[in-house]
Structures are given as C-alpha cells and as structure tokens.
T-cell receptor
Framework: GESVGLHLPTLSVQEGDNSIINCAYS??????FIWYKQESGKGPQFIID?????DKRQGQRVTVLLNKTVKHLSLQIAATQPGDSAVYFC?????????FGAGTILRVKS | GAVVSQHPSWVICKSGTSVKIECRSL??????MFWYRQFPKQSLMLMAT?????????EQGVEKDKFLINHASLTLSTLTVTSAHPEDSSFYIC???????????????FGEGSRLTVL
C-alpha cells in the first residue's frame, strides 16, 4: 500500500509554547485519520482522530487540522508540557487497517 | 478503557531459536488483531492482519513461514518468530479491534509492545 511519510524529524519547543506537528499522507482515498503518541518503549496511545468530511477537530489541548487538497494533517498542542515529549505518528485508515506515518519526535525544553 | 496485553514485554534469545509473543484483549473480544514491527527511530510497519478462526493476511514482503500468526480465540493472538536471527530484533506491537468496533479504526487498542533481541 501507499506509505505515509518516511522520515523521523525532531521538533524542539519551549515549555508553554504551542507545538505544531505535520504529516503528509499519500492515499487520497483515505477517509479517516488518527494521531498517536508513543513514549519510549511503549505502544501507541490514541490522541485524536478526524474524518475526511471535517477540516478541524479539537480535543483537550490538542487540535487536528486536515487539508485534503494537499493531503496534509497537522496536530497542534497548546501550552506544551514536558510530559508531551514523545514521538507522534499520524495514521490513515486503508480499509480495515491503519498505515502509520514516519513520526515526529517532540522534545520539550524546560 | 479497553486493555490489550502483550507478553513477554521483552525477550532475548539465541540465533536460530523460535520465540512466541502473545497478545490478549483483557476486557473485550477481538475479532481482528494486527501485528506491527517497529525498528529504532522508525515508524510502525504492519506485518499482518489476524482474524479469529482464519488464516492471517500478511503484508507484502513479510514471510508468513517465518512469522507465524495464530488467532485461535477472540481474546488471544500469537506471533511466533521462527528461526530468529539478529535482523529480527525489533519492537513488536499488536493491536486489537472489538466486536462492536465496526469500521471505526479509532477503536483499535494497542498493546505495550514486546522487544525482541536476537543474539
């Protein structure tokens, strides 16, 4: 199947600032997207999801934006905290299964 | 929330031996389980989809004879890495979807992963 990104960039932010993590997906037929957080040595943890009939969805301190025109997803974290330090993955649904993007390392500086 | 448990959480084995990793859904019945592999600083790569009572569907490039998957009950799927070699060293993660999950993959629940080191 098509892949969702191939690299693992790092984003460093100061504690209290907002973070924006980006993801490009390649399957234009995908209609459901999810952001996961993965801490070292652990499995992925669900953060927020969005369907393709929406452009934006908000959760607690997090917002996901979807731009279907350019096949782009972003995750915004407000008032980033040290506990937000982790690897963040976007994932898109392909039928019954999830395809994960490459991930972004988020480092929060105190 | 729903819990998916993996065992063992880490294992070290000698080259040429086989290792079995279990994935259990603790408080729900999982009709479908997925096995992923993750190398350091990389993403999760889907290996196979496992449906209860039927043969697993493997992704392209994944050797089904090397990575044996059994989904004998609605709460247990196992992944056996046969004749393991150092290049099989990785973090193996399972996920499970419940009976009422429908087509919503947001109701996938992930295990905590099993780290395999082959010497």
């Amino acid at each position: 199947g098509e892949s969702v990104g191939l690299h693992l960039p790092t984003l460093s932010v100061q504690e209290g600032d907002n973070s924006i993590i980006n993801c490009a997906y390649s399957n234009s037929a995908s209609d459901y997207f999810i952001w996961y957080k993965q801490e070292s040595g652990k499995g992925p943890q669900f953060i927020i999801d969005i369907r393709s009939n929406m452009d934006k969805r908000q959760g607690q301190r997090v917002t996901v934006l979807l731009n279907k025109t350019v096949k782009h997803l972003s995750l915004q974290i407000a008032a980033t905290q040290p506990g937000d330090s982790a690897v963040y993955f976007c994932a898109e649904s392909e039928g019954n299964k999830l395809v994960f993007g490459a991930g972004t390392i988020l480092r929060v500086k105190s | 929330g729903a819990v998916v448990s993996q065992h063992p959480s880490w294992v070290i084995c000698k080259s040429g031996t086989s290792v079995k990793i279990e994935c259990r859904s603790l408080d729900f019945q999982a009709t479908t389980m997925f096995w992923y592999r993750q190398f350091p600083k990389q993403s999760l790569m889907l290996m196979a989809t496992s449906n209860e009572g039927s043969k697993a569907t493997y992704e392209q490039g994944v050797e089904k004879d090397k990575f044996l998957i059994n989904h004998a009950s609605l709460t247990l799927s196992t992944l056996t890495v046969t004749s393991a070699h150092p290049e099989d060293s990785s973090f193996y993660i399972c996920s499970a979807r419940g009976l009422s999950g429908g087509g919503n993959t947001g109701e996938l629940f992930f295990g905590e992963g099993s780290r395999l080191t082959v010497l």
